[in-house]
């Protein structure tokens, strides 16, 4: 198991990150959260997740031991994979999730990518006893808020993580901003993720 990994920031892409570890450059996919926080060239501490596969060994990582954590309870749902784990943790903080979960809040939920009601009902079921509950003065700041993802300030820090100014960041959000309000309106959550990607391509062909 590998815990977490130190190093200098050797790259950023939308959706991993490559650390150096001892002359080793390892690749670390993140939530564009955790991703915003890193700077090329600076030195930065993970905590990780290996996923073994028959294929493949995949490593997660994280801005807290906390992420991480959660990460890894997620998967001990039904029909929750590392996939889905990160995406929940892209657009909900373990709190946010801790607070969805003790509160059966669906919309919460299903707010992330690739869950509907009932697969959001079902990690409500398995997961009430596993997450824990977060503290009270946090559950209170967290209700209501929960379900109700920040995607410009994600993608927005993302964007400044891979080196583009506050102002090429604002630029290239007003450009995907049809993209994500088309996603609202047909009653889905923008996908920081593709929105990030899109980003990054209108700032390429400027």
Not at 7 to 15: F, H, K, N, T
Not at 165 to 187: F, M, Q, R, T, Y
Request: hydrophobic share 50%.
């Amino acid at each position: 198991m590998i815990a977490s990994v130190s190093g200098r920031v050797a790259a950023l892409a939308p959706d991993s990150a490559v650390v150096e570890v001892g002359g080793v450059g390892v690749l670390v996919h993140c939530t564009p959260g955790t991703l915003a926080g890193l700077r090329v060239g600076e030195q930065a501490r993970l905590a990780t997740s290996l996923v073994v596969r028959e294929e493949s060994l995949t490593l997660y990582g994280f801005g807290s031991d906390d992420e991480r954590v959660v990460f890894e309870m997620l998967q001990t749902a039904s029909g929750v994979g590392p996939r889905l784990a990160l995406a929940m943790l892209a657009v909900h903080a373990p709190n946010a999730l801790r607070v969805a979960v003790a509160g059966a809040d669906v919309k919460a939920l299903t707010m992330v990518p690739g869950i509907g009601q009932k697969g959001a009902q079902r990690i409500i079921l398995e997961l009430k006893d596993k997450l824990g509950t977060p503290d009270a003065a946090v559950a209170a700041a967290l209700n209501g808020k929960a379900s109700k993802p920040a995607w410009r300030e994600q993608v927005h820090a993302g964007l400044v993580g891979l080196g583009y100014s506050a102002k090429d960041a604002d630029e290239a959000i007003s450009i995907v901003s049809p993209e994500a309000d088309a996603e609202l309106a047909a009653g889905r959550t923008p996908a920081v993720a593709a929105l990030l990607k899109a980003a990054l391509r209108a700032l390429s062909v400027r």
